[in-house]
């Protein structure tokens, strides 16, 4: 049972534009979301998180959107970089849970 | 500047042997998880501890251990190494229950091979 969803297992954009990555969830306890991304052979790297208090959080190109009622958010990166080319992967947590829940994540090609 | 450390990188086993995993921070953090990660799947988490002397187990804990005696050590002990156990570790760790957020630092990862 997949708590934490990202459907897309793949996504190619040109390099310049927008690239958007959803990320679907069920519990409606979570109440802290964050965005990983990871190149291949190393750690994922913390990018950008968003509490269920806020529905928007922006820090340089990347910007999370929350929508609590469709328990969906989005990572939009503007604009893409080539060097933005890595898997990215949403995850949750309830409370003081300490315990991430984690989406299976979403291959990102940005193309010169 | 290291944050989590984690050795070796890659290894290779038979089935049946024993192998240590090794982990350390110098970020002074609190909590302490071991993930793994099989292809195309996301990060099942195996334990973790919440300071020295506690460990709890995480989602997909059977065939593994793990010790906690200093704050910056994490070690995750395979016992009896079997096929299923062939995937990528990755150690990571993140401040205490008062940060915002809850940030975990990952370390590189560890590639094991059971053959």
């Known amino acids: 049972d997949q708590q934490v969803k990202q459907n897309s297992p793949s996504l190619s954009v040109q390099e310049g534009r927008i690239s958007i990555l959803n990320c679907d969830y069920t519990n409606s306890m979570f109440d802290y979301f964050l965005w990983y991304k990871k190149y291949p052979a190393e750690g994922p790297t913390f990018l950008i998180s968003i509490s269920s208090i806020k529905d928007k959080n922006e820090d340089g190109r990347f910007t999370v959107f929350l929508n609590k009622s469709a328990k969906h958010l989005s990572l939009h990166i503007v604009p893409s970089q080539p060097g933005d080319s890595a898997v990215y992967f949403c995850a949750a947590r309830a409370g003081n849970n300490r315990k991430l829940i984690w989406g299976l994540g979403t291959s990102l090609a940005v193309n010169p | 500047n290291a944050g989590v450390t984690q050795t070796p990188k890659f290894r290779i086993l038979k089935i049946g042997q024993s192998m240590t995993l090794q982990c350390t921070q110098d970020?002074?953090?609190?909590?302490m998880y071991w993930y793994r990660q099989d292809p195309g799947m996301g990060l099942k988490l195996i334990y973790y501890s919440v300071g020295a002397g506690i460990t709890d187990k995480g989602e997909v804990p059977n065939g593994y251990n793990v010790s906690r005696s200093t704050t910056e050590d994490f070690p995750l002990r395979l016992e009896l190494a079997a096929p299923s156990q062939t995937s990528v570790y990755f150690c990571?760790?993140?401040?205490?229950?008062?940060?915002?957020?809850?940030?975990?630092?990952f370390g590189e990862g560890s590639w094991l091979t059971v053959v």
């Open positions: 970020m002074n953090h609190n909590y």
């Open positions: 990571a760790s993140s401040p205490g229950p008062r940060s915002s957020g809850n940030t975990i630092y």
